[in-house]
């Protein structure tokens, strides 16, 4: 097949070996294209699919369903999630200048600082301001999770664990239901996770016909990147999936990697699904993972001119955790889910917690400088009648860059 000018071993409409990509790396300019592509399973590839191994898949799933969480039944919450996690203070209501209540519902504060007040006012430009001039605006659009409107163009990126797209029993409504959760994010490039087949994806993307997608491989749950046509562009010859992530374990997802270029601001855009689970082996294959993902990080930047880097997807761990302190070693990254607005928000549904990441290259020049801090947030499933059941157990993660102007 072609994709604008590429060209590739035929296989299908939009599909492509990872062996061709890489070789025409060697040789060709970067290509940058909108269409949609499918990354094929080789001869070679550790997770082949075999009889075994769907059938495998197939108890998984339905382990999935019995249970529908991360770790083990046995465990509690308390064991699960560590006490930073649990918040207690009421939410802050942000109100305009003519007291008008813009949100009731934003991000609650655990400790917060003496100093601020209970309401913030949005002066006439949208600036958040304090009525006594105690707080920063600086410090009120982070807390509050008030953006500041940047000048210039923004663009908002992030992730998505769909709950076994394509395999979950779902209804038409229910996927036009999910393209909606995704408008609602505002996202123009977002990581998808748990894609059981292409064509579950495709059925969300009948309602999303701006978007294109970039479609992973693996033998269950593929990971994929969908994003707005419109805005934004990737380099064909970039996507790469390193399989050494899998750790020797054919039965996990090696990552999708693709230089994208939202607007003005180019990046590498990075999508992860990490080891699930809390018991100790599952802890030692995540950490085992993260060691793996920080030497590819730091390989990166050491060899390529673009520092900008961003990593999302389902880490099924906790900032400050052994594997999420273990990517960022030698500081590498920062975490969106760090930044003070996300206090208060969650991912995963069932345990009120935030597992699924953003993860922005700290270095210099590296794509912490574009970040929107405040920007980070996720959705109110309770807006969308019988979320859990019909969209996913999680939510999507979002945040924002100055996609105007890239800093490299």
Do not use: C
């Not at 769907?54 to 465990?75: C, R, S, T, V």
């Not at 749950?221 to 050494?244: H, T």
């Not at 960022?328 to 889910?337: K, P, Q």
Request: a negative charge; glycine letters at 8%.
């Amino acid at each position: 097949m072609s994709i604008n000018g590429i060209g590739f071993s035929s296989r299908g409409p939009n599909e492509v070996l990872l062996s061709d990509i890489r070789q025409q790396r060697q040789s060709e300019a970067p290509k940058w294209v909108s269409e949609d592509v499918r990354i094929m399973p080789e001869a070679g590839d550790s997770f082949m699919m075999e009889d075994k191994r769907q059938a495998q898949m197939d108890a998984e799933y339905e382990k999935h369903i019995q249970q529908n969480l991360i770790g083990d039944p046995d465990q509690t919450l308390s064991d699960l999630i560590s006490a930073r996690d649990f918040l207690t203070s009421s939410s802050i209501v942000v109100t305009s200048d003519n007291s008008t209540v813009l949100s009731e519902d934003g991000p609650t504060v655990k400790e917060a600082p003496e100093k601020m007040p209970k309401s913030i006012r949005l002066d006439a430009n949208g600036e958040p301001v304090s009525e006594n001039g105690a707080l920063t605006k600086e410090d009120a659009s982070i807390f509050m999770n008030v953006r500041k409107k940047e000048v210039g163009q923004t663009g908002t990126v992030g992730a998505f664990n769909i709950e076994w797209l394509g395999k979950k029993p779902r209804k038409d409504d229910d996927y036009k239901t999910i393209a909606q959760v995704i408008k609602d994010t505002g996202a123009s490039v977002l990581g998808i996770e748990e894609i059981a087949n292409v064509d579950g994806l495709q059925k969300v993307l009948k309602y999303l016909p701006d978007f294109g997608y970039i479609l992973g491989k693996s033998g269950g749950q593929m990971l994929g990147i969908i994003f707005d046509k419109n805005r934004v562009k990737y380099d064909a010859n970039s996507i790469e999936q390193p399989d050494a992530v899998m750790v020797g374990n054919p039965a996990l997802r090696p990552p999708l990697s693709v230089d994208m270029k939202l607007d003005n601001f180019d990046f590498n855009f990075t999508v992860v699904h990490l080891k699930a689970g809390f018991q100790p082996d599952d802890l030692a294959v995540r950490k085992e993972q993260a060691e793996v993902l920080n030497g590819w990080i730091k390989d990166n930047y050491k060899n390529k001119k673009d520092k900008d880097f961003i990593m999302v997807g389902d880490y099924n761990d906790y900032v400050k955790s052994d594997a999420l302190n273990t990517i960022d070693a030698g500081e590498t990254v920062s975490y969106v889910t760090e930044d003070p607005a996300a206090k208060g928000l969650y991912t995963n549904i069932k345990y009120k917690s935030v597992i699924d990441h953003g993860a922005v290259s700290s270095v210099k020049g590296g794509a912490e400088e574009e970040y929107i801090k405040g920007s980070v947030r996720t959705v109110d499933e309770n807006k969308y009648p019988g979320y859990k059941d019909r969209v996913s157990d999680h939510k999507p993660i979002v945040f924002d860059f100055n996609t105007a102007v890239d800093n490299d």
